[in-house]
Structure formats: structure tokens, C-alpha cells
């Protein structure tokens, strides 16, 4: 069994549902991050117990293993590819400063 299957096993044991602090530790994100994704229906499922919201370690698994991608359709783009800060490209994007006054 690896670590995170015991993990889940320990944590099942003891209570299987975590607070919003604790999934997004366990997901390795922010606790912001993890409330935006509830907001725009995008993230793990989740449960109101009274006002309290809590997620159910095996729905963060689950989640979790829905979300991973072996490859993507795009290639990364490295250093060279990024714009630089004061190229046109990214330039000619941004607006123009003195149409605000």
C-alpha cells in the first residue's frame, strides 16, 4: 500500500470528512484556490453539514484522479516562447495609459 492510500485509510479511520483548510492541504493547494473552485462548480464535491463545509476524502481522491492527464494536446512552451514584458506583442495588448485621464 503506498503512502497515500494509507494516508486515506488513516484518515477514513478517524473521520472521513475534512474542512476546506484540510482538502486543499491534502489536494496541495491554497485554501482560496479550493473556494473558488466550490464557486464555480469546478472543484471536488463537497458537503454542508449546518454551515460547515466538508469534503469526503474518497470525493478528493476521486476528484484528484479524474483531473490527472498523461500528455496534453499542447506542447509547453518554454522561455523563449513567453512575450517579453515590453514586447510589442504584449504591448500592443495592454491599454493605453493616458486614455484613463
Known amino acids: 500500500m503506498n503512502d497515500d ?3 486515506s ?6 473521520s472521513p470528512f475534512l474542512s ?3 482538502a486543499a ?3 496541495g493547494l ?4 479550493l473556494q473558488k473552485m466550490r464557486a464555480l462548480n469546478s472543484g471536488p464535491i463537497f458537503r454542508c453539514h449546518g454551515r460547515y463545509v466538508r469534503y469526503h ?3 478528493l481522491e476521486m476528484w484528484s484522479r ?3 492527464s498523461r500528455n496534453s494536446e499542447l506542447p509547453p512552451r518554454t522561455l523563449r516562447e513567453m512575450p517579453r514584458l515590453n514586447s510589442p506583442a504584449r504591448t500592443a495588448l495592454q491599454p493605453d495609459a493616458q486614455a484613463f485621464f
Open 66 to 68: 479524474a483531473t490527472c
Open 5 to 7: 492510500n494509507a494516508l
Open 30 to 33: 491554497s485554501t482560496r484556490k
Open 25 to 27: 492541504f491534502y489536494l
Open 57 to 59: 476524502i474518497d470525493d
Open 20 to 22: 476546506t483548510e484540510q
Open 9 to 14: 485509510v488513516r484518515a477514513n479511520k478517524i
